[in-house]
């Protein structure tokens, strides 16, 4: 049975909004946590609204189009967040686990929203396009943000450890 244009947009979009609960209990677990990285704390609290702020444009586009979030997917995703985050928790290079997780995680949420924004337009969803740009050019610049401070953070993370102090968060 084929699937209509609308109806693979509609289940794009209501993947993303569930990468959003991922990205948000993701975020959620890492502020709380780092202590000694400041500025990466500080990033992701500004990144957890972005993400929140995202998941909501998502669901503003599935109500435009007659439907809503799939809560199930929200639900797994999220659990899978909290997972991902705890499993950095106990380990001594916590911070380098969440710095290149987060660098691939924001990569792939890119190849998501450029991939719904070419969705949007085979199905004729400019409205939904915009907003759909406007998150893009948030986790590009979030993307951007992880690599500009990769090195620093490594190598705030090589001195700590060398010199015995608490260097995971």
Known sequence: MATSIR?????????????????IQ????????????PEMRERLREHL??????????AQILQTLGTSPSTLKDIGTAIMGNLAAIGHAVMQDEVM??????AAFEHF????????????DAAGDTAGAHLLEQSL?????????????LRPTVRRYIQ??????????
């Open 7 to 23: 109806d693979t947009y509609i289940t794009g979009l209501r993947n993303a909004h569930a990468l959003e609960a991922q990205a």
């Open 26 to 37: 993701l975020c959620q677990r890492q502020v709380e946590r780092l202590e000694t990285y």
């Open 49 to 58: 609204g972005e993400s929140r702020r995202q998941q909501e444009r998502i």
């Open 97 to 102: 686990k969440t710095l290149l997780a987060n």
């Open 109 to 120: 949420e890119i190849a998501s929203y450029r991939a719904l924004l070419e969705m949007a």
């Open 137 to 149: 050019q948030e986790e590009i610049r979030m993307a951007a943000w992880m690599h500009d401070n």
């Open 160 to 169: 700590r450890e060398a010199q015995g102090l608490q260097s995971g968060v």
